[in-house]
Structure formats: C-alpha cells, structure tokens
C-alpha cells in the first residue's frame, strides 16, 4: 500500500502557508499509473467465474487475459504512460483539483441528459417540529387546497434557520477557516446557497453563486411563483415574522387570483423534462419577452426555492417499517406530480400542510453530505413562537413572477406532466427503518473489531445475493474531503472476501464460526478499500481522468475491455452518513442509476439503521418491498452469527 505522499502532488500552489499555524489540506493527487491498475486487477477477481461461464473458458484464461491487457496499458511507453503525462498537465492547469475543477461536475452531471427529476437530484426526510402541536403533526392525509397556519409558520423558521447558517458561514463564527472542517465545508456550503443549474444543449452550466444584497429567495404556491426579500439593503435578516407576513400575504394574492379567473403559467413543470428538451424550451422563453427574463433571472439568482405544497400526501397502505413516510417520500422527492417544483435549483425547502417538511436538491454543486450537515443543524432548533407576532402586515418586500407564454409553450406543460409521471409511477421508492440493534451493538457488542460501514455493506451483498442469486458490481461513495475541494471517490466494495462471506451465509453446511471469520476476513478487506479512496488511492475517478484524455484516433483495449464496463455496473449503488455527521434526517435518496438495480443510502444510528431505497417498478427483476426484506432478513442473520460465532460454537448453523 503507497502512502499519499508517494503519489504525484503539485507543491508550488500550497493551500496555505505553513508557518501560519492554520491547518491546510493537500491537492488531491494523481495516484501512480500502475498501483491503480493493480488495485483495479484485484477488483476484476470476483467478477471472473461469471465471465468464464459465459465466455465458455477458465478462470484462469480470463484472468491472465485481463492481466496481459494491463501490462501493455502501463509498459514503459505505452498508452496509459502517455494519458498519465496528459493527466498531470491537466493537473498543472487546475487551480485547486484536477478532478472536481475540470472534470467530475460537467461529466458526472451537466453532460447528463436525461431529466433531474428522480433520475439525479437528492432528497431528505427532516423531522417534525416539536413545537408545532401534535394534532397538526399526526395528520396523514389533506387533500389538495389545504393550507395550514403553522405550515406557513415553519416554513419561515426554517427560512430563518438557513440563513442562519448562511451568516455564520460568512462570518466564520461557524467552521472557520483556520479549521480543517472549514478548509472543507466552509465555501462549498456557503456557494451552495443561490447556485441555479442551467440547461444548456450537450452540456448543462452552473449561474454564478448569487452574493449581492438584498437577497430573495424564489417561493411557490399552487405553482405560482414569488420573489420574497429576505436579507435588506445592508445585508441585515429579514425577522421571521415578517417573514411569515410576507408568505401569508403571497398566499392570499394567490387566492384572490384564482378567485378572479387567472390561470397560472406553470414554468416550473418544463425543469423535469429531458436536459435537452427544457434547454430549447428555456431558450423560447427568453427570446418571446424581456419580462421572462427577468422573471427567470429572479429564480437563478434567488437563495433558494420554497415549496408550500396545499396538501400533505397519504402513506402508501404497503409501506412499512415506518409506515407513515412513503407518501412523505413522493412528495419529497418529486412533489407527488412533478407540480410545484423548480428542480434546478441547488436546493428547496418542501413544507406540507400537516408541516412536515424535506429538502430536494441538484446534485452537481455539491453531494447530498453538504446539504444533510446544514439541514440537520436547522432542524434541530424547534420554532420559537416568542420570536413571531400576529399583528405584522407585508404590502412589500414580496413580488408575484410574471411571465408570457405562447401556445408552443402552453403545450409544453401538459407534455410535461405526462413525460414526468411516466417517470414517477416507474419510481418504486421507500424507507426502511431496522430498529432490532443499530451501530452501538455492531461496534460494542455483536463483533470484535469490525465496523459498521462494513458491516452493512455486507448485509447489502447478502441481500442481493438472496434476491437475485449472484454478486453485482457495487458502488459505495467515499468522501475526499482531506483534499482541497475533495468531493467523492468510489469504493468498489465487492471483494473476494465478501463474496466468500455471502458464499458461506448461504450454504447450509456452513457453521457460525466460519461465517464469522468471513465476515472478518471481509470486513477488514472493505476498511482497506475505504482507506484507499478516502486517502487519494482511489480506481475509478483516475481511470475516468486517463480515459477522458483519450484523443478521437485512440483507442485502448483496457477501456475497451467488456470486463471494464461489467465492472463499473453499479447495480447495488450505495451512501451511507453516520449519526455522528446527521443525526435529525428521517430518510434520505437518490435514484438507482441502472434500470435493474437500487439506489441505496443509509443512515447509521446508535440503536436504529434506515435505508432510503429506489429502484424501477418496470424491471422484473427489482422490488424495493422485496429488497427491504432481504435487508432486514440478512441483518438478522448477520446478528445470530456474531453471537454464536465469535464465542466459537462449531456445531451452530443457521
């Protein structure tokens, strides 16, 4: 194993200067060209039984093959000699990162064009609000046209509460500078508030982060749309309550336009669409009316958005475990109908009527680990009722958006609802809540040294395995945050050793001790992965850099290795925050990224683990109801064998 320091660095840009005292990070670093194919050699073991059997060959056969491909990829003069060299220029020319300044946002998102809705952006499930009584809270069901006071009430404490965290990002009173949490989190988090993405055809872009004053943020009701000021003239928080005034009295603008026959012009709907679609889309717009651009121009460069949905989603009656979220998680996650949304936006707070509120948010600027840190600190202060009055009155400081439309663009609406419940009806989207035993019992009691990311990672491989009755290639997000505008790198989390542990779960011949040694051999085998990719000695982000300096005459049998591809099918594509980072989110997902796969992320909790899971109803081979079961099942299993088999009972079997 090479240390970071080994690998190739860029000293004559430092982060800071050293004799300052203050921590710094390093740039992230461009690992050596043959230990990330060394490492990406061991990743193919597993994968080579299922290749031999379909290619009617040895193992033996397939792995000298893939061996022989990689000797001539990282031979003196070779190919990936040369996109190594091409890569460190690349590095050379990046102010901060050669990964996240020049490559990861535009190629991981922004070339993407398939729609945002489901398909990219998070979500997050936030609990309730102690102080808003109980009878609001318990409400499962409002049908559409319900609006409540304290969902209005909320939603300008949870306006109030991030800026908050806005302000002292700014003034440094919270993860200065002169920390390493602030070297990380600081300017990311603060960027994040007023980012837009913007459609554009091939390539979508970022607007600029928004930092003048005043400030706005974009809200809408029943699809309307509204600026409301938020920070004045001098940069000054607008009080709650006059936030709150201000909510209200959009709302009743609303009401009193629909009472007098105006239909709302429902831009909104067209941001769910296919990038293309909405990017030609976008471009009519801004050419049939100087008024539209101004209009799209307060949204991009408004803070955030509000969502005030004028209902509270029912549960779907086959969720359990808990059995109150799932229509939490529509609404969450794609407004039920794709309705009331502005899905570029970096994020938006969604508030129901029964006050139950989540945040949904555009993946590009940051991963959904910025956006839980700062959403977990807003909830965890319920609203003070001390700091609102009922007397405030707003004839100001909040603006109705208008825009012209023409019949193309009136079309397009009623298009797009369509396109996007093809979308959200495909979604088999739920959360399960696993509270037998959590991480205190993983790490204190049930196993000798293992951790808990390991272990559930495992518990996941099993699960697959009893579902569909083979391994999967599987993505795990590692965070670089000890690097200078360090965001992820992919652990490959399949092994030898987990599929030697799944192996011996599900054979019947197979006593608790053995299994448990598995679980061990595997587990420190997934430390040693996580290690690599968190330190900088990651596979998959430098294998993306080397095949993106490909020039359009060269062409590479590495990369044109079936094996390459099968390997990077990330049919089990997984997340996981501890409680110690997010401790307050009830649920949080994004999409599974192959049609027979999930997309899973988890949350770790000192006596209770929840998965938030997806995957697609039109693929025979996935059912997110199923794969809970198989989860839970697989954790129980997991428990009897720490038990029985690291106290050493041969003759125990499942």
Request: hydrophobic share 35%; net charge negative.
């Amino acid at each position: 194993m090479s240390s970071i320091f080994q690998t190739t660095l860029t000293p004559r840009r430092p982060v800071s200067t050293l004799s300052t005292g203050q921590p710094s990070l390093p740039r992230l670093p461009i690992p050596k060209l043959e230990d990330t194919v060394t490492r990406y050699l061991k990743s193919l073991e597993p994968l080579y039984e299922d290749v031999a059997r379909k290619e009617r060959t040895t193992i033996d056969h397939v792995k000298k093959e893939r061996q022989r491909i990689a000797a001539d990829f990282v031979s003196s003069g070779s190919l990936g000699s040369k996109l190594q060299s091409r890569l460190q220029d690349v590095d050379a020319v990046s102010p901060n990162n050669w990964l996240n300044d020049k490559i990861w946002p535009r190629v991981a998102y922004h070339e993407c064009r398939d729609p945002l809705l489901i398909h990219s952006n998070w979500w997050l499930l936030l609990q309730d609000d102690s102080n808003v009584p109980e009878a609001v809270r318990n409400i499962s069901y409002e049908p559409t046209g319900s609006t409540s006071p304290w969902q209005i009430r909320r939603s300008a404490w949870l306006v109030k509460r991030f800026l908050d965290y806005r302000n002292m990002l700014e003034k440094q009173t919270m993860h200065p500078d002169s920390s390493r949490t602030g070297i990380w989190l600081r300017k990311p988090a603060y960027r994040f508030y007023g980012l837009t993405r913007i459609p554009l055809p091939g390539c979508d872009t970022l607007t600029t982060p928004f930092s003048g004053k005043p400030a706005f943020i974009h809200v809408m009701y029943r699809e309307w749309s509204y600026v409301v000021q938020v920070l004045d003239q001098d940069g000054q928080q607008v009080p709650v309550a006059e936030i709150e005034s201000r909510i209200i009295a959009l709302i009743s603008d609303v009401k009193q336009r629909e009472l007098n026959g105006q239909v709302v012009v429902p831009i909104g709907r067209l941001t769910a669409d296919p990038r293309d679609l909405w990017a030609a889309n976008r471009e009519h717009l801004l050419t049939l009316s100087p008024r539209n651009r101004r209009a799209m121009s307060q949204i991009e460069t408004s803070l955030f958005t509000l969502s005030i949905d004028d209902h509270t989603l029912a549960p779907d009656e086959s969720s359990c475990r808990p059995p109150n979220l799932s229509g939490h998680i529509r609404n969450t996650s794609c407004g039920g109908d794709s309705t009331n949304r502005w899905f570029d936006k970096s994020f938006s707070l969604i508030v129901e009527s029964n006050s139950r509120f989540g945040v949904m948010g555009e993946h590009s600027p940051v991963d959904a680990l910025i956006p839980s840190i700062i959403a977990d600190w807003v909830v965890s202060e319920p609203l003070d009722p001390t700091q609102f009055v009922d007397d405030v009155s707003s004839a100001s400081g909040w603006e109705l958006i208008y825009w012209e439309e023409d019949p193309h663009i009136r079309e397009q609406f009623s298009d797009a609802i369509r396109r996007a419940k093809a979308i959200i009806d495909d979604s088999d989207a739920d959360v399960l809540w696993f509270n037998d035993y959590g991480v205190d019992w993983i790490k204190n009691t049930g196993t000798s040294h293992i951790s808990p990311d390991a272990y559930i990672q495992l518990a996941l491989q099993l699960a697959w395995y009893k579902s569909r009755g083979c391994h999967t290639a599987t993505y795990e997000t590692a965070s670089t945050r000890l690097f200078l505008h360090g965001r992820t790198e992919a652990i490959r989390t399949l092994s030898v050793e987990s599929v030697a542990f799944v192996r011996a779960m599900t054979d019947s011949s197979s006593s608790h001790v053995s299994r448990y040694t598995h679980l061990h051999a595997a587990s420190l085998a997934h430390n040693s992965t996580t290690r690599d990719a968190m330190l900088g000695r990651g596979i998959d982000r430098h294998l993306l850099g080397l095949r993106l300096q490909l020039r359009s005459e060269e062409s590479s049998p590495f990369f044109d290795d079936p094996l390459f591809v099968l390997s990077q099918e990330w049919k089990l594509s997984t997340s996981g925050l501890s409680a110690g980072i997010v401790s307050l989110l009830q649920g949080e997902r994004f999409g599974a990224p192959f049609a027979d796969g999930y997309g899973i992320n988890y949350l770790t909790g000192a006596e209770l683990l929840k998965f938030g899971i997806e995957s697609k109803r039109s693929s025979p081979l996935t059912s997110t109801k199923h794969f809970k079961q198989m989860i839970a099942e697989s954790l129980e299993e997991m428990k009897v064998v720490c038990l029985e088999g690291m106290y050493g009972n041969q003759e125990s079997k499942l």
